[in-house]
């Protein structure tokens, strides 16, 4: 996660869970406000917006 004047965006290697289904996976890469997560049981790569916020689809995973 980076934090700078604009906001706070995901980083490539976060592990992240899509809010709606409780799915995981890691950032792979972040282009023009879109971030490209590799999902851990499938290997599918799936599209969200690059910004953490309430709205967002993924939430960052804390590591333990």
Known sequence: METTIDG??????????????????????????VVYVLMDTTNESRLFAAYIDEDAAIELVKAE
């Open 8 to 33: 706070t965006f995901f980083q490539e290697e976060d592990h992240v869970r899509v809010k709606s289904t409780g799915e995981t996976g890691r950032v792979n890469a972040i282009a023009g406000g």
